[in-house]
């Protein structure tokens, strides 16, 4: 007759020895039914985590221009005014054409807690226009003044955030592939330790589960001491996680 063995490390880590049936998935809360993978053979399941960090390569950097009345057209005419003059400040500043892309566009009616005309309601403009552009460096530094030239042609910053070029994202992402199947490993190798087993091979892997942070700066207002915009970035990290069923045999 043979024997399931159930193992647990951290959260809910199962180990299944036989072919099929039914084994214990031991968590903080108690314990659960789950149903051991039919692998043909002894297995062991690990869940493995993984990060890796880089300074940015690359900004990203929103800006809006923005109008309000009670015209549609004159609104309109004094976006696209706006606009103008924020891509000639981007361009004295060194920023390429083709680094400036329209996020945005909308005229509307703005938000309100209580609606004109009614009891208590509130005054102001009937409509608000909002031109959203998206600027991306490539030279991080250039961030500050970049938004100094925006602020100076009138335009909001609506954010600031410092990231990956897509080919450093890759390889950033593969890195931290590499050390969660190593965790993944050193989990399956003090098991199978423990059950009296060795670990034979790979039988599946999932590696799904990737969490992508790049450092973000809302509130760009801080001034050095020659009067310009001045940025710290942080390090762009990679987070994921594998799921890792290994073959295994008796010790």
Same mark, same amino acid.
């Given at each position: ?75 309109? +005419?004094?976006?696209?005014?706006? /606009?103008?003059? !924020?891509? @000639? =400040?981007? #361009? ?6 083709? $680094? &400036? ?80 199947? +190593?965790?993944?490993?050193?989990? /399956?190798?003090? !098991?199978? @330790? =423990?059950? #009296? ?6 039988? $599946? &892997? ?46």
């Amino acid at each position: 007759m043979r024997k399931t063995i159930a193992l647990a490390l951290a959260a809910a880590v199962v180990l299944t020895v036989g072919a099929a049936g039914t084994v214990l998935a031991m968590g903080g809360t108690g314990t659960q039914p789950a149903q051991a993978a039919d692998t043909g053979d002894q297995s062991i399941t690990v869940s493995g985590e993984g990060s890796a960090s880089a300074q940015p390569d690359q900004a990203v950097l929103r800006f809006a221009v923005t109008a309000e009345g009670d015209d549609p057209a004159a609104i309109r +005419s004094e976006l696209a005014s706006g /606009a103008s003059d !924020l891509r @000639s =400040a981007l #361009s004295e500043a060194g920023v390429a054409d083709d $680094s &400036i892309e329209t996020a945005g566009y909308s005229i509307e009616e703005p938000p309100r807690r209580v609606p004109p005309g009614s009891e208590g309601g509130e005054t102001g403009p009937d409509l608000r226009g909002v031109h959203t552009f998206e600027v991306t460096l490539s030279d991080t530094d250039r961030a500050g003044p970049v938004v100094d030239a925006a602020a100076g042609a009138g335009a909001e910053v609506e954010s600031v955030q410092f990231t990956l070029a897509e080919d450093t994202r890759a390889d950033l992402r593969n890195q931290a592939l590499e050390n969660a199947m +190593s965790d993944a490993r050193g989990q /399956a190798d003090t !098991l199978a @330790s =423990a059950g #009296s087993l060795s670990v034979t091979g790979v039988a $599946s &892997i999932d590696a799904t589960g990737t969490n992508y942070r790049p450092v973000a700066y809302e509130d760009t207002a801080r001034q050095s001491a020659s009067g310009g915009t001045t940025i710290e970035t942080g390090d762009v990290s990679v987070e994921t996680s594998v799921r890792v069923v290994y073959n295994a045999s008796s010790a």
